[in-house]
Nanobody, 121 residues
Protein backbone atom coordinates (compact mmCIF):
# COMPACT_ATOMS: atom_id res chain seq x y z
CA UNK A 1 0.00 0.00 0.00
CA UNK A 2 1.01 3.59 -0.59
CA UNK A 3 -0.25 6.40 1.60
CA UNK A 4 0.03 9.94 0.26
CA UNK A 5 -0.27 12.90 2.59
CA UNK A 6 0.79 16.49 3.08
CA UNK A 7 -1.49 18.39 0.75
CA UNK A 8 -3.25 21.57 1.73
CA UNK A 9 -4.05 25.16 0.88
CA UNK A 10 -1.15 27.54 0.40
CA UNK A 11 -0.65 30.97 -1.13
CA UNK A 12 1.33 31.60 -4.29
CA UNK A 13 5.02 31.35 -3.51
CA UNK A 14 4.46 29.07 -0.55
CA UNK A 15 5.74 25.57 0.11
CA UNK A 16 4.36 22.15 0.90
CA UNK A 17 5.96 18.77 1.44
CA UNK A 18 4.11 15.70 0.28
CA UNK A 19 4.87 12.27 1.70
CA UNK A 20 4.31 8.86 0.15
CA UNK A 21 4.65 6.10 2.72
CA UNK A 22 4.99 2.48 1.63
CA UNK A 23 3.56 -0.25 3.83
CA UNK A 24 3.31 -3.97 3.38
CA UNK A 25 6.28 -4.13 1.06
CA UNK A 26 9.87 -3.04 0.97
CA UNK A 27 10.40 -0.33 -1.60
CA UNK A 28 13.95 -1.39 -2.43
CA UNK A 29 14.09 -1.99 -6.15
CA UNK A 30 11.07 0.19 -6.81
CA UNK A 31 10.77 3.33 -8.86
CA UNK A 32 8.44 5.73 -7.07
CA UNK A 33 6.91 8.81 -8.57
CA UNK A 34 4.42 11.61 -8.17
CA UNK A 35 1.63 12.42 -10.57
CA UNK A 36 -1.03 15.12 -10.50
CA UNK A 37 -4.39 15.72 -12.04
CA UNK A 38 -6.08 19.09 -12.19
CA UNK A 39 -9.82 19.41 -12.84
CA UNK A 40 -10.61 18.87 -16.49
CA UNK A 41 -7.03 17.92 -17.33
CA UNK A 42 -5.13 14.73 -18.01
CA UNK A 43 -3.01 13.20 -15.30
CA UNK A 44 0.62 14.20 -15.70
CA UNK A 45 3.89 12.98 -14.29
CA UNK A 46 5.57 15.40 -11.89
CA UNK A 47 8.66 13.67 -10.57
CA UNK A 48 10.17 10.25 -10.06
CA UNK A 49 13.02 8.65 -8.16
CA UNK A 50 14.46 5.41 -9.50
CA UNK A 51 15.63 2.49 -7.42
CA UNK A 52 19.16 3.85 -7.79
CA UNK A 53 18.01 7.28 -6.57
CA UNK A 54 18.19 8.97 -9.98
CA UNK A 55 15.64 11.74 -10.04
CA UNK A 56 13.47 13.11 -12.82
CA UNK A 57 11.26 16.18 -13.02
CA UNK A 58 8.68 17.57 -15.37
CA UNK A 59 9.88 20.79 -16.99
CA UNK A 60 7.09 22.70 -15.29
CA UNK A 61 8.45 21.91 -11.82
CA UNK A 62 12.22 21.81 -12.36
CA UNK A 63 14.02 24.03 -9.91
CA UNK A 64 10.99 24.27 -7.63
CA UNK A 65 10.23 20.68 -6.61
CA UNK A 66 12.61 18.15 -5.08
CA UNK A 67 11.97 14.43 -4.71
CA UNK A 68 13.81 12.44 -2.07
CA UNK A 69 13.51 9.34 0.05
CA UNK A 70 14.35 8.46 3.61
CA UNK A 71 17.25 6.14 4.35
CA UNK A 72 15.04 3.08 4.68
CA UNK A 73 13.20 4.10 1.53
CA UNK A 74 9.91 3.65 3.37
CA UNK A 75 8.82 7.18 2.54
CA UNK A 76 9.34 9.31 -0.55
CA UNK A 77 8.93 13.06 -0.23
CA UNK A 78 8.10 15.78 -2.70
CA UNK A 79 9.23 19.17 -1.47
CA UNK A 80 7.32 21.80 -3.40
CA UNK A 81 8.58 25.39 -3.24
CA UNK A 82 7.57 28.55 -5.05
CA UNK A 83 4.14 27.13 -5.65
CA UNK A 84 1.97 28.60 -8.37
CA UNK A 85 -1.80 28.46 -8.92
CA UNK A 86 -1.18 26.12 -11.86
CA UNK A 87 0.25 23.57 -9.41
CA UNK A 88 -3.24 23.13 -8.00
CA UNK A 89 -4.23 19.50 -8.45
CA UNK A 90 -4.75 16.20 -6.73
CA UNK A 91 -1.34 14.62 -6.29
CA UNK A 92 -0.85 10.86 -6.36
CA UNK A 93 2.16 8.67 -5.75
CA UNK A 94 2.82 5.46 -7.63
CA UNK A 95 5.39 2.67 -7.40
CA UNK A 96 6.63 -0.09 -9.63
CA UNK A 97 9.14 -2.84 -8.98
CA UNK A 98 11.49 -1.75 -11.72
CA UNK A 99 14.94 -0.11 -11.67
CA UNK A 100 14.00 2.91 -13.77
CA UNK A 101 11.16 5.40 -13.90
CA UNK A 102 10.30 4.52 -17.49
CA UNK A 103 6.68 3.49 -17.83
CA UNK A 104 5.72 4.33 -14.26
CA UNK A 105 2.11 5.38 -14.01
CA UNK A 106 0.34 2.38 -15.47
CA UNK A 107 -2.90 1.19 -13.91
CA UNK A 108 -1.12 -1.97 -12.78
CA UNK A 109 1.34 -0.02 -10.64
CA UNK A 110 0.83 0.53 -6.93
CA UNK A 111 -1.06 3.78 -6.38
CA UNK A 112 -1.70 5.81 -3.28
CA UNK A 113 -4.86 7.79 -2.71
CA UNK A 114 -4.64 11.40 -3.80
CA UNK A 115 -3.84 14.41 -1.69
CA UNK A 116 -5.24 17.79 -2.68
CA UNK A 117 -2.89 20.70 -3.25
CA UNK A 118 -4.51 24.10 -3.71
CA UNK A 119 -2.46 27.21 -4.43
CA UNK A 120 -4.34 30.46 -4.09
CA UNK A 121 -3.39 33.54 -6.12
Amino acid sequence: QLQASGGGLVQTGGSLRLSCAASGFTSDGYAIGWFRQAPGKEREGVSCISSSETTYYADSVKGRFTISSDNARNTVYLQMNSLKPEDTAVYYCAARFWPTCQGLGAPSDYWGQGTQVTVSS
